[in-house]
C-alpha cells in the first residue's frame, strides 16, 4: 500500500503530519464545551390566554377547545397538550423534531389570529412562546439574612436579580419567596356604607387623585418650557388624606372609611433553605446556552456578589445541576485512562512485547487527540453519549495496531527484516484491517442518524465512533508500521535482551496451550460440522430464552446525589396551612443521614398549596447508600408521618432539570371527563397496589372550595344595578388582586392595591353586606339581588389530542418500566369500558420509539456491513459466512445481563449493535486470512486448520484488549456509572461467548458453503 510505504521511507514526514493532527486536536480541546447530553432542539410552542374571573369548565370549553382546533391544521404537529384552569388556558403543541421553531411559531401566531374574533372578547391577547424543556433553572441561589422579608426580597429585586441577568449565557431569573414593598389600603365596609361610599367612589378617586400627566409646553422668545403636572402623593401617609366624596355636604377623606399601609405583597410563594427563611433566585439559561460555562460564570460573579453584600445577609447555592454533570464526565475521563491502561496490559500479556505495547500506547492518545480536533469541527461537547463513545472505543482504537503489528512481528519472526516485513504484512492484511474498520463505521453510521428523539441523543455518540476509529485505521496504516519498522525485533532477539519477554513466559505457555486446544478443537469441528452446528443452534436458542428473562426499560436510573420530592396539601389550603403542614415534610428529609440540604419552594408555580423540595446529598464516596434507597426513607417518612399529603419523591430529570417526570405517564379518555375521572381513580387505585410501584397520582386536581355568586337579573334591573357593577365590586373590595393606582419613591413604582379588611370578607354574609350605587344613586345592598351557592368541580381539565383526558403519573421503586406497563395495561383493560382507552406518554413512548429505531438501525447495519463485506471478498457467499458469528453474540449479551441484573435498555440495545461490527472484525481476519493462503496454492481443509491457529492470537489480543478497556465502564462505579455499565456488560458478554464459538464455527460454515457450492457447480455442469 503506498501510503504505508510513503510512512516507512518517510517517518520525519510521518511525525509531523501526526505532530500537526495532534496540535489541532490540544487547541481544540479547551474549545469543547462540557454538559450532561447533547444539544436538542426541542420544537415547542406554547399558547397561554388569560381570562380574569372565569372556571376552567368555562376556560376548556371557550378558549382552549377553539385554539386546539386552530393549531391542529398547522404542518408538522405531532401532539397537542392543553390544561384548562381557573382565568388561564395553556395549550401546548408539539411539532416533529424536523420542524424549524421559528416557522412554527409564525404559523401558530397567523392561525390564533384568524381565530380571534371566535374567542371571548375580554381575554387578554393569547402570548404565543417558544417552549424550551432545557430552559429551566439549571442553578438555585437563597438569599438569607437576620433583615425582615421586604428587606431581603428588595434586595433579591433589584440587586441580585440585575447582576445576575447580566451574566453572558444567563436567559431569566426566577424568583421564589419574593414579598416586596407594596401600598394596601384597607377599606371598612360599616364605614362605607355609613359614609354612603361605594368601591366605585374609592377606585375614581383614587385613579384621579393620585396622577401625573404632561400638561404641555409654553413657547417663548427664545426659551421652551416642558409642563408636568405633579399630581402624584409624595408619601405613602398623604393617601390618607384623599377626598373620596361628600357625606352631608362634608369631605369624607380616605382616612375616615380605611387607612392606608405602606407594607408588602401578599405572601403566596415561601421559600426555605435548610429549613431558614431565604429568597431563591432560580438560574434559568439562555436557549443552547451550555450548562457548565453558565454556572461557572455565576460562580465566578457570586464571589463579588458575596464581597458587596450586607453584613447581616448571605447567599448560597442550593440546587446546583452542574456538580452532577462535572462529577460524571470526570468519571468518565477516568474511565478512558483505566480503559487504556487495561488495554495495552492485555497487549503486553498476549504480545509478549514491551516494543509492541509502546507502538499501541503511542497510536492511542493520537486517535484519541485527534477525535477532539472533529468533535470542535462539528460542535460536539463532553457530554455522557460523546465520551461514553471514546471510552468504549478504547480497545477498538488499538484494535488495528494489534493486528498490524502482530503480522509484522510473525513476519520478522520468519527471517523479514523490519522495514520490508512492515510493508508486506500490511499489504497481506491491509484490506481486511480496511474491512474490519468500515464495518464498525457502517454500524455506527444508521445510530447517528436515528430518526426521532433518540437519534438526537445518539448522534454525537455514533459520530464520535466513527471519527475515532476511522483516525485510528490511518494511524494503524501509517504510524504503527513506521515505528515497527524501526522498533520491532525478531523473537530471538527479543529472547536475549527483553525482561518483559521473560516475566511474561507464563502467559505464553498458557497461549500455547490454548492454541493446542484449539487446533485440535478445530479439526474435530471440520470432521464433525452437523454437531458443531447444532450445538451453535442450541446456543443462540439459549441466547433467545434468556432473552426474555432480562428485564426491559428506557434507561436505569442514575445516582445524581440529588432528587426531588413534589408536595401537595388538599385543596383550599391557604398560603401558611400549607407550610404548616408541609414544612414538616422538609424538618423529617433533613433528619436523613446523607441529605446534605434541602431548599423548600411553595407556590413555585403559582399553587400556594403546592411545593418542591431540592434534595442534595453527600457525594457517593461519602455514603453507604444508594439514591433510590435514600429516596424510599424519605418517601416512607412523608407517607407515614404526614397523612393526607400527596407525595412524589422523583430523580431530576436528564433534561429539563426541575420539571416533573415519571417513569408512568398515563393518558385516560372518553367521550365523559366525568366517566373517565372515574375510571381513572378506579385504575390509580389498582395500580398503587402492585409492588415496585409508588406515587400514584392524577392529573385532575380538585378545585379549590369555591362560592358562586348568582345575580338575580330581574330584581337588579327593576332597581338600577347593571351586572357589571356586581362584578366589578366584589372583584374590587374582596380579591383585592388589581393595582389601582401607583406610588412612586426614588425612582421607583408600586403597586397600590386596595381591600376589604380580613374581617369584613371572612363569611357568605360579608359578602351580602357589600353595597352598590344604582343608576338613580341609591345604595343597594348585593344581598337584596344576589345568592351564593358552594359548588365544586376540577381544579384542572387536561386535553390531550383534543380530548379530554386524565394523566395517570407513577413512579417506580425497583421495577422495570415495561413490566409495569405490562401491569397497568392489565388492569386498564379489565376497567376502561367500550368508547374509553388509555394511551401513553413520556418514558414509555419514547422508550417504545427508541427500540423501533434502534431495531431499523441494527438491520440497517447488517445490510451495509453486507455490502461492505461483498466488495471486499468480491464474494456474495463469504458476507453470510461472517455473519455466522453474530447469533453466538446474543447468548452472552443477555446472560451477561441477566447476571448482572441489568435491564435491556437504550444502551445496552446499542451495545447489541456494537457488538455486530466487533464479532464481524474476528470472523473477517479469519476468512481473510484462508483465502490468502488458499491463493497461495494451500488447499482449503489445510487452509483453515492453518488460519485459525495463525489469526487465534490477534483476534484474542483484540478482544481481550477491548473488554479490558471497557471493564472500567461495565463496572459502574462513580457518578452515571449505572447508565452506562449495561452497554459495556452487553458487549463483553458477547465477545466471551462469541470468541471461541467463532473461532469454531466460522470455519466449519466456510467449509460448508463451498462444500454446497462444490456440489451445485458439478450438478449445473452435468
Known amino acids: 500500500m503506498w501510503l504505508t510505504d510513503t510512512a516507512i521511507k518517510r517517518p520525519v514526514l510521518t511525525m509531523m503530519a501526526v505532530a500537526a493532527i495532534v496540535i489541532f486536536g490540544i487547541v481544540s480541546y479547551p474549545r469543547i464545551g462540557v454538559d450532561l447530553f447533547p444539544k436538542v432542539d426541542f420544537p415547542f410552542v406554547s399558547i397561554i390566554t388569560t381570562l380574569a374571573g372565569e372556571c376552567p369548565e368555562v376556560m376548556d370549553v371557550d378558549v382552549t377547545d377553539v385554539i386546539e382546533e386552530a393549531v391542529g391544521t398547522i404542518g408538522g404537529v405531532r401532539k397537542i397538550f392543553s390544561e384548562s384552569k381557573m382565568n388561564t388556558s395553556v395549550v401546548f403543541v408539539e411539532f416533529d423534531l424536523g420542524k424549524d421553531i421559528d416557522v412554527a411559531i409564525q404559523e401558530t401566531l397567523e392561525r390564533i389570529s384568524a381565530i380571534r374574533g371566535d374567542l371571548p372578547r375580554d381575554i387578554d391577547e393569547p402570548v404565543v412562546m417558544r417552549v424550551d424543556p432545557a430552559a429551566v433553572a439549571i442553578m438555585w441561589l437563597t438569599l438569607k439574612g437576620e433583615v425582615c422579608k421586604m428587606e431581603l426580597s428588595t434586595y433579591a429585586d433589584r440587586m441580585l436579580r440585575e447582576q445576575l441577568q447580566r451574566i453572558r449565557g444567563v436567559g431569566a431569573v426566577q424568583m421564589s419567596g419574593l414579598r416586596l414593598r407594596e401600598v394596601r389600603i384597607w377599606l371598612d365596609n360599616d ?93 434559568q439559561k439562555q436557549s443552547g446556552a451550555n450548562t457548565i460555562e453558565v454556572i461557572e460564570r455565576v460562580k465566578k460573579e457570586l464571589v463579588e456578589i458575596k464581597e458587596g453584600l450586607p453584613p447581616e445577609m448571605s447567599i448560597a447555592i442550593s440546587f446546583d445541576q452542574s456538580v452532577f454533570i462535572e462529577r460524571s464526565i470526570t468519571e468518565i475521563k477516568y474511565q478512558l485512562i483505566y480503559g487504556g491502561l487495561f488495554a495495552l496490559l492485555g497487549v503486553l500479556l498476549l504480545l509478549r512485547s514491551s516494543r509492541v505495547a509502546m507502538i499501541c500506547a503511542i497510536s492511542l492518545p493520537i486517535a484519541i487527540i485527534s477525535t477532539f480536533t472533529m468533535m470542535n469541527l462539528f460542535g460536539f461537547t463532553f457530554n455522557n453519549m460523546s465520551m461514553l463513545a471514546l471510552a468504549l472505543s478504547i480497545g477498538l482504537l488499538i484494535d488495528d495496531a494489534i493486528v498490524v503489528n502482530e503480522n509484522i512481528r510473525r513476519h520478522i519472526n520468519e527471517g523479514m527484516p523490519p522495514a520490508q516485513a512492515a510493508s508486506f504484512a500490511v499489504r497481506e492484511i491491509g484490506f481486511a484491517v480496511m474491512a474490519t474498520t468500515l464495518v464498525v463505521v457502517a454500524v455506527f453510521i444508521p445510530i447517528a442518524f436515528l430518526e426521532g428523539l433518540i437519534g438526537r441523543f445518539f448522534l454525537e455518540f455514533g459520530l464520535t465512533v466513527v471519527f475515532a476509529i476511522t483516525i485510528s485505521l490511518i494511524v494503524a496504516l501509517t504510524v504503527t508500521p513506521m515505528l515497527a519498522s524501526r522498533f520491532l525485533r525478531s523473537e530471538e532477539e527479543r529472547k536475549r535482551a527483553s525482561s518483559i519477554y521473560r516475566l511474561t ?37 439459549s441466547g433467545i430464552l434468556v432473552a426474555t428473562f432480562v428485564d426491559k426499560e428506557l434507561m436505569p436510573m442514575e445516582d445524581q446525589s440529588q432528587f426531588i420530592v413534589w408536595l401537595e396539601a388538599p385543596p383550599g389550603h391557604s398560603v401558611s396551612a400549607t407550610y404548616s403542614l408541609l414544612s414538616q415534610s422538609d424538618a423529617a428529609i433533613r433528619e436523613i443521614p446523607e441529605v446534605e440540604s434541602t431548599f423548600y419552594a411553595q407556590g413555585i408555580q403559582g399553587n400556594v398549596n403546592e411545593a418542591c423540595i431540592f434534595v442534595r446529598l453527600k457525594p457517593i464516596a461519602e455514603r453507604q447508600r444508594s439514591q433510590m434507597q435514600i429516596m424510599a426513607e424519605a418517601r416512607e417518612k412523608i407517607r407515614g408521618n404526614f397523612p393526607g399529603i400527596e407525595l412524589s419523591v422523583d430523580e431530576v430529570p436528564r433534561i429539563g432539570g426541575g420539571m416533573r417526570v415519571t417513569p408512568i405517564e398515563y393518558v385516560i379518555t372518553g367521550p365523559d371527563l366525568e366517566s373517565v375521572r372515574a375510571y381513572a381513580e378506579q385504575i390509580a387505585a389498582e395500580f398503587s397496589k402492585v409492588p415496585g410501584v409508588v406515587d400514584v397520582d392524577l392529573s385532575v386536581v380538585a378545585g379549590r372550595p369555591e362560592l358562586t355568586i348568582f345575580i338575580d337579573r330581574d330584581k337588579a334591573a327593576d332597581l338600577g344595578v347593571d351586572i357589571a357593577t356586581v362584578a366589578e365590586t366584589v372583584n374590587f373590595l374582596v380579591g383585592g388582586e388589581v393595582a389601582v393606582t401607583k406610588f412612586s419613591e426614588a425612582g421607583r413604582r408600586y403597586d397600590v392595591m386596595v381591600r376589604l379588611r380580613p374581617e369584613d370578607r371572612d363569611t357568605l354574609d360579608d359578602i351580602k353586606q357589600i353595597y352598590v350605587r344604582s343608576m338613580d344613586g341609591r345604595l343597594i345592598s348585593l344581598s337584596s339581588i344576589i345568592y351564593i351557592k358552594k359548588v365544586g368541580g376540577p381544579g384542572t381539565i387536561s386535553r390531550v389530542d383534543r380530548q379530554r383526558a386524565v394523566i395517570l403519573f407513577a413512579n417506580l421503586e425497583g421495577k422495570p418500566l415495561d413490566q409495569a406497563r405490562i401491569e397497568l395495561n392489565a388492569i386498564s383493560d379489565r376497567i376502561l369500558p367500550p368508547g374509553y382507552s388509555g394511551f401513553y406518554v413520556g418514558m414509555v413512548e419514547i422508550m417504545d420509539e427508541a427500540f423501533l429505531y434502534l431495531a431499523f438501525a441494527l438491520i440497517l447495519a447488517l445490510v451495509l456491513s453486507y455490502i461492505i463485506l461483498a466488495a471486499q471478498f468480491e464474494s456474495l457467499r463469504y458476507p453470510l459466512v461472517i455473519f455466522f458469528a453474530l447469533p453466538l453474540s446474543v447468548v452472552g449479551a443477555f446472560g451477561a445481563l441477566l447476571i448482572a441484573g441489568m435491564t435491556w435498555n437504550i444502551f445496552s440495545f446499542i451495545g447489541l449493535i456494537l457488538l455486530v461490527g466487533l464479532v464481524m472484525k474476528n470472523a473477517i481476519l479469519l476468512v481473510d486470512y484462508i483465502n490468502t493462503l488458499r491463493k497461495r496454492g494451500v488447499g482449503r481443509r ?46 463483553i458478554g458477547g465477545l466471551f461467548s462469541s470468541l471461541f464459538l467463532t473461532l469454531v464455527v466460522v470455519p466449519v460454515v466456510y467449509d460448508l458453503s463451498d462444500n454446497l457450492k462444490e456440489r451445485f457447480f458439478r450438478k449445473s455442469l452435468k
Open 191 to 283: 364605614k362605607l356604607r355609613a359614609y354612603q361610599i361605594t368601591s366605585h367612589d374609592v377606585k375614581k378617586a383614587l385613579q384621579r387623585g393620585n396622577i401625573e400627566l404632561p400638561g404641555g409646553r409654553i413657547e417663548g422668545k427664545t426659551k421652551e418650557f416642558t409642563i408636568r403636572i405633579k399630581g402624584e402623593f409624595l408619601k405613602v401617609q398623604d393617601f390618607n388624606d384623599l377626598i373620596i366624596g361628600f357625606y352631608e355636604g362634608s369631605p369624607v377623606r380616605l382616612s375616615n372609611v380605611g387607612w392606608v399601609e405602606d407594607g408588602m405583597e401578599e405572601e403566596r410563594s415561601i421559600a426555605r433553605f435548610n429549613g431558614l427563611p431565604a429568597v431563591g433566585l432560580g438560574i
Open 505 to 541: 513466559t507464563g502467559s505464553e505457555w498458557l497461549y500455547k496451550k490454548v492454541e493446542l486446544i484449539y487446533s485440535r478443537l478445530l479439526e474435530a469441528a471440520i470432521n464433525h460440522k452437523a454437531a458443531v452446528l447444532s450445538i451453535a443452534t442450541v446456543v443462540f436458542l
Open 942 to 987: 489445510e487452509a483453515i486448520l492453518r488460519a485459525g491457529p495463525v489469526r487465534l492470537r490477534p483476534i484474542m489480543t483484540t478482544t481481550f484488549a477491548i473488554i479490558l478497556g471497557m471493564l472500567p465502564v461495565a463496572i459502574g462505579i462513580g457518578e452515571g456509572g449505572e447508565v452506562r455499565a449495561p452497554m459495556a456488560v452487553a458487549v
